[in-house]
């Protein structure tokens, strides 16, 4: 991330994000993004991952871990797919728009971490900064930051990664995976 996002910015990427889930969800018309009329922090390429919530139990969470169209478009897609389309849950309905709250986290590139044993692997770990991305061949899976709050425990944090990953729980421990870390600008509506 070149900088952070001004407030401004960040009202702009939940607005965008709660009026098009709201659009989609009522079974409305969505229109295309006019992304000249944003500002150039938002036409800039970006990744999001968009969490939904509903009395702080998780809803639905989609994103991507590379930056491949302007920011307010990825936060745009993600938030419809987080409402709609992630497998854990059923589609948002409209009794439950007045109830869920948006957050979105903007990330940073990831970068490779490098570690020689399971040991060193959990100390170079940030908690509560560091989102981590494993890969074991064809699969891999990520858990933000955020996920610290509720998994803090490294070696737990881990084995839960492998879990979601349709791995066996104590993989990293038995096997070198590849490991990246990032970081993330977050933030949420506030009522």
């Not at 900088?3 to 659009?23: C, F, H, M, P």
Request: proline fraction near 5%; hydrophobic fraction near 40%; charge should be negative.
């Amino acid at each position: 991330m070149s900088q952070l996002l001004t407030d401004g910015e960040k009202q702009t990427l939940l607005k965008i994000a709660r009026e098009s889930i709201e659009l989609v969800v009522q079974e409305k018309t969505l229109l295309k993004l006019n992304i000249d009329a944003y500002p150039p922090a938002l036409r800039e390429y970006g990744a999001s991952f968009v969490t939904l919530t509903i009395h702080h139990q998780l809803r639905g969470c989609i994103g991507t871990l590379e930056a491949y169209q302007p920011l307010i478009e990825d936060v745009r897609e993600h938030a419809i797919a987080a409402a709609l389309e992630d497998p854990r849950f059923l589609p948002i309905e409209k009794s439950e728009l007045n109830r869920i709250r948006i957050e979105v986290s903007r990330l940073g590139a990831p970068q490779a971490l490098s570690y020689e044993s399971s040991e060193d692997l959990i100390k170079k770990l940030n908690p509560h900064i560091d989102g981590v991305i494993i890969k074991y061949g064809e699969r891999k899976a990520t858990f933000l930051p955020q996920v610290w709050e509720k998994i803090p425990n490294p070696s737990e944090f881990m084995n839960q990664l492998c879990y979601k990953m349709n791995g066996q729980a104590n993989l990293w421990r038995e096997t070198k995976l590849q490991v990246f870390t990032y970081q993330v600008e977050e933030f949420r509506e506030l009522h």
